[in-house]
Every structure is written in C-alpha cells, then in structure tokens.
C-alpha cells in the first residue's frame, strides 16, 4: 500500500526524469543555475523529454528565466561536473527555485557526505555561513581543568568560601529556642561539565550551557559536615576565557558529622560521624570565566523526629542562607580563601 | 516536496553485502553494532580543544596499554576514586526503626578491555577486580515496647568490599559514559553487635570516561541491609578536596 503511494507521488511530483539509477538528482534553486558550467560530456545527460540534452541545456537561460527577473546568480567556485542540468520550466509556469535545479548526489562508498565538496561550497556562501579561522584559537587553560568556552567536556574542582547565616528550628530539647548565628562556611566541589547548548562560529563550536553532576563536601562551625550529590549548570555569556557566567547548582545534602562536645554531656571531644536526613542546598553565582562566581546560596537540614525514633537520636531542622566566593582551586585563591574560612569558623564560631 | 528526497532515497538503497566485506569490518574491529557504539559522526566542526579522535589517552603509556584515568581507548585502566553516599539503613523489623546512612568511600582496583587486548581497537566491554573502604553513619537497634525500651547505638560503620566490575562502554567519544555493574561481597559490622559478617555487594554506576559519575548501591548483611545512592570522583580531583578538607578540619582544631 505504502510502496504503491510512494509510486504515485512520484509519478505525480516529478518531471519526467530518465537519469541512471545510481545517480539520483536533487533539485536547487533556479538562480543557481545560470552560473553552472556546462556539463561534461561523460556526465548523465538524460534528464527531461522537454528540454535538449547535453551542452544545449546549460548555453543559456530557459526562456520564462529571461522574461523575469532573478536574483544575481551567486558564482560556482569550482566546476561540478556531476551536477546535471535543470530542466527548463515552461514560459507558463511560474519558476520555484525549489524545484528546478538540482544536485546529484555524489557517487562513491555510499557514505556521508552524500555531496561533492563543491556543493557544500555553493551551499555554505548561499546561506553565509563562514568558513573562516575562527574568533579564538587560544588554547583553554590547564587542559580544559578549568572551564572555558571553547572545551567540550570538562571536569574542575571548585571552593567556596562564603559568610553564613545559620539557623535551627525547632529544638528537640524543649527550651523553645530558635537560635541564629553568624559562621562560615567552605565548600569543595568536584563538577563534571557537559555541553547542552553549543554555538558556532566559523568552524568551531563554543560551549554556551554545560550542565552535569557534582558533588563534594560542606564544612561549617563545630565540626559540621556535609556531603551533597546534585547538579551544577553554567550559562556562558560570551566565548572569550574572561566571559561572564551565571552558574546555578543544587543538591542533595546529608549530614556526615560534626565535632562533639563535652559541655552536651557527651564523652569524648572530637569529630565523629553523625547521621542526619537528606536535605538541600541550592545557589546561585555570577562569575567570569571559570575562575570565579560571587554565591549566593541557602541549605535546608531535614529533621530526623519521627515518632519511632528515640528521643536521644532526633536531630532538629536547621538551615543557611551564605554569600561568599567560588572558584577554580587551580587557581590558588578560592582553595586558600576557602581553607582560611573552614579554619578561621572552627576556631571562632561555636554553635549555640 | 517530497518527491526528489523520496527518489534519493529509494537510489540509493544499499546494494547487497557480500561476506567478504563484513569479514573485512570484523577484522579491523568494527564489528560493534548498536545505537550507542557509533563513532563521532562525520563534522568539519568541532570545539577547538577538543582532543582529536587519533590522539592518545591522557594519563596513559605504551599509546593506551595501561591508563591512570580510565578513557575510551584505555586496554587496562587503574581505578581509584573517592566518593560520597546517602541512603537508608533498614535493619530487621525487630531491630529497630529505618535511619538515614552516610558514608564516604575510598575505592580502587584495575580493569581491562578484553575485546581490545584480542586487537580491535574498540569494545565496550570492561571487566576487572574492584575493592573499597567505607565509613558510614553509626547503627541505631531499639528492641522492646514503648515502656521497656532497649536502645543500642554505634558511633559509625566500616564496610571493607570486594567485587567484579563488568563496565559497559555507551560510545567513543572522549570522556564516553559507561554502565558499571559490581557484584561482590562486603564484610562490616552488623547492627550494633559489634561482630563483623560477610555479606553481599552489588552496585550500578554511570561513569564519564574515569573521572567521576553516579551510583547506586547496596551492601546486604545478616538483619542489616544498607542502600546508598552518590557521586564518586578519580582521584586525581577527590585527592585535592580530601587534603583541603583534613587541612580544615585539623588547623582548625576540629579532629
């Protein structure tokens, strides 16, 4: 049924066609074809009960392409002597130019390109796409371990150092109290960028988006640590290695420890594992290039209260909202900035 | 308008194959078939850093005979990564209640890529020994009725693994995803008896190329089953974090 419609349609559609099996034609605009060379004489030269074959053809225009007018032919850069000549249309029949001109596809192995290079010639002037050398041929940095533009997939590790404000809610001891208080907060994350939106310019693609996962870990005052597992984007604004960025990365977050103390009735100081439920965090960060971002950004901690829960094991919710600096460690700033910060909060912030 | 792509089409319809040529494919090592494991697509456009398909691993010697970062023309690769996980940890219903998990995880072992080492320059499988070190969030065992309660706690949890990782490589591009598939057994701590059991192991990964990628797994013991999903890193990057972090926490007074 299918095959039998596919016949009409193309009894229907098609100008009378007898060119060799092998060599199927595809049509091109009629502006191209004054400007097309003779064809050669081995070339197929059976095309059209209507018109002469062979060099006659292509001598000049058909007549209705005389009677009106046509835009200024764009020049073949090199001869195509696979391309077979147009019919000519009749004085009658308004010209299409998507219909009476035509490519041969290119014989060969039967593998892409299906095209002579000639063709991808002609087609990349008509619709000015550039060929030349592209804007940046500077290489990325450290291998693409910092994030640039012109990489495809890359992988970078990053710190956060950033002022927060920290808060519980919720105390499961029964004083009522919902204490807030100024700390730090450091963060190393290992990202793993993946293009998602590319442009390109000349023959060179330039990353626009990247996005993939990441994950890391989260200090803040007395001991606290989390791990978090998520997603991390960037949007490029520009190709150059300075270029702005918006970044915007959340996550699962979960309690890994914190540091014991003895003034809560517990035994022996130090940092101990501590389990808590998975929460999140989330920020977002106006950056230049892969360097560095300003952040802005908040972390949810779930409580562990259910009723099946002991009292002695029930965590309360808490949270932080932080503003601080990421960036490539690579770079040497953001992972002394950050370190300075984990350093600095465990020695002066304690937590009430 | 269909018509000329239509006749295109139908010329070209692929001749017959004779044998001889799928034997010649077969030889050169082309003889992977499917969706996911076709080579980059024929492109006069491409990032300007990006490696070229004829370049040789990073982090490789003897031209991808062995590599310290797994890559997609890697004949034998090192593994050795850190990780963070969270999940849940269900003991028997008699033990106690469901709590949250947490662990983070030094891994390492090596790989190879048999159909490689036969000759072909490419084949998606992988396979080789793997073994890991966790430390996890501590157990939490309440036995008894609400008046006669029995609580029992540990402060955390060591899991040593051992397994076989079959890797499934999804394509040949640099940095390629690849399925992970680990069975193995792990020996930890049960509950809060304090006696160490074997069990069983098993983890499914995505990874991109050696770097890093997804997991999730489980360790299954006597009374005490443990699943954990997270985010693993080679490392060569988890090494600066787990330094920056020890520096951090030990300068600042907090180990």
Not at chain 1, 193 to 207: A, C, H, M, Y
Not at chain 1, 247 to 262: I, P, Q, W, Y
Not at chain 2, 15 to 22: G, I, M, N, R, S
């Amino acid at each position: 049924m299918i095959s039998a419609a596919l016949l009409v349609a193309l009894t229907t559609a098609q100008p009378a066609v007898d060119a060799p099996a092998s060599e199927p034609v595809i049509q091109r605009p009629a502006a191209k074809r004054d400007a097309e060379p003779p064809a050669p004489a081995d070339a197929p030269a059976e095309l059209s009960e209507a018109e002469p074959s062979g060099p006659a053809a292509a001598e000049g225009p058909a007549p209705a392409e005389a009677a009106e007018p046509t835009p200024e032919p764009t020049p073949e850069p090199a001869p195509q002597p696979e391309v077979a000549v147009a019919p000519a249309s009749p004085a009658s029949q308004p010209t299409d130019p998507t219909e009476t001109e035509r490519f041969t596809v290119a014989s060969g192995d039967g593998g892409p390109p299906y095209y002579t290079d000639a063709d991808s010639q002609a087609l990349r002037e008509r619709h000015d796409i550039k060929t030349q050398a592209p804007d940046r041929t500077d290489q990325a940095r450290w291998n693409c371990l910092i994030a640039d533009p012109t990489c495809g997939r890359s992988f970078e590790v990053n710190a956060l150092a950033a002022y927060t404000l920290r808060g519980r809610q919720g105390d499961v001891s029964g004083t009522g109290e919902n204490p807030r208080w100024s700390s730090g907060r450091a963060q190393y994350d290992f990202w793993m960028n993946l293009p998602v939106i590319t442009d390109i310019r000349g023959r060179s693609k330039f990353t626009r988006m990247t996005m993939g996962p990441k994950g890391g870990l989260i200090f803040s005052d007395s001991g606290s640590t989390w791990g978090n597992v998520g997603m991390a984007f960037r949007y490029w604004l520009g190709r150059g290695r300075w270029a702005p960025t918006i970044e915007f990365s959340s996550a699962l977050s979960f309690k890994l420890g914190e540091r014991e103390r003895v003034d809560r009735g517990l035994e022996q100081p130090g940092w101990k594992m501590t389990r808590g439920p998975v929460g999140f965090t989330a920020d977002v960060g106006f950056g230049l290039g892969g360097f560095g971002a300003i952040v802005l950004g908040g972390q949810y901690d779930s409580p562990l209260a259910r009723e099946d829960i002991p009292e002695p094991f029930r965590t309360s919710a808490g949270g932080a909202f932080f503003l601080g600096f990421r960036g490539n460690i690579l770079w040497g700033g953001p992972a002394a900035a950050a370190v300075a910060t984990h350093i600095a909060t465990q020695r002066g912030v304690e937590a009430p | 308008m269909f018509s000329p792509l239509l006749a295109a089409s139908l010329a070209m319809e692929p001749a017959e194959v004779d044998d001889a040529e799928l034997t010649t494919a077969d030889e050169e090592g082309a003889g992977v078939y499917g969706p996911f494991f076709e080579g980059e697509p024929a492109s006069d456009i491409e990032f300007v850093t990006q490696p070229r398909p004829d370049q040789l691993p990073r982090l490789s010697v003897g031209k991808g005979a062995f590599c310290f970062v797994e890559g997609t023309y890697c004949k034998a690769s090192l593994l050795l990564s850190a990780d963070i996980g969270f999940g849940m940890r269900a003991p028997a219903s008699d033990e106690g209640p469901d709590v949250p998990y947490a662990q983070f995880t030094f891994r390492w072992g090596a790989t190879i890529r048999p159909g490689m080492l036969r000759g072909k320059p490419w084949h998606a499988w992988g396979v080789g020994p793997v073994a890991s070190w966790s430390r996890g969030t501590g157990s939490l065992t309440v036995k008894g009725d609400a008046l006669d309660q029995e609580l029992d706690s540990t402060d955390d949890t060591t899991v040593l693994r051992i397994g076989l990782v079959n890797q499934l490589w999804l394509s040949k591009r640099n940095h390629a995803p690849h399925l992970d598939f680990t069975l193995g057994a792990a020996r930890s701590d049960v509950l809060t008896s304090g006696v160490k059991l074997w069990g069983s192991h098993a983890e499914l990964a995505m990874g991109f190329g050696g770097w890093g990628g997804l997991f999730l797994s489980g360790d299954f013991l006597d009374r005490d089953t443990r699943v954990v999903m997270g985010f693993r890193g080679h490392g060569i990057a988890a090494g600066p974090i787990i330094a920056m972090a020890i520096a951090g926490l030990a300068a600042g007074g907090a180990l």
